[in-house]
């Protein structure tokens, strides 16, 4: 099982940017994909971005492309999202989340096995 924890999440107007971080332990963090999903109320939790044990594959929503950027430093333990452009409907909490699965690259919700707690993201308008 690997333990993660987010931080960075906050109040930004529209337009504005955060980095969200998430550090992991338990496993040994080069060789899974990890991934960024986020929860509005009252919505189902939905995927944002993944990406690869090694950081050479990496898959968006459609929602957030060309917006948001995912990356890792293996040396860190440590995936990070990059939010620019930031508009009202990205409002939500933001989770990280491992995948079970080694050495493959996965988007598939059910291989997603370890969440950390969320952070709250807020865009106001």
């Known amino acids: 099982q690997v333990q993660l924890v987010e931080s960075g999440g906050g109040l930004v107007q529209s337009g504005g940017s955060l980095r969200l971080s998430c550090a992991a332990s338990g496993r040994t963090f080069s060789t899974y994909t990890m991934g960024w999903f986020r929860q509005a109320p009252g919505k189902d939790r939905e995927f944002v971005a993944a990406i690869s044990g090694s950081g050479g594959t990496t898959n968006y929503a459609d929602s957030v492309k060309g917006r948001f950027t995912i990356s890792r430093d293996n040396a860190k333990n440590t995936v990070y999202l990059q939010m620019n452009s930031l508009k009202p409907e990205d409002t939500a909490v933001y989770y990280c989340?491992?995948?079970?699965?080694?050495?493959?690259?996965?988007?598939?919700?059910?291989?997603?096995?370890?969440w950390g707690q969320g952070t709250q993201v807020t865009v106001s308008s």
């Open positions: 989340a491992s995948n079970r699965l080694v050495f493959a690259f996965s988007i598939r919700r059910a291989d997603f096995d370890s």
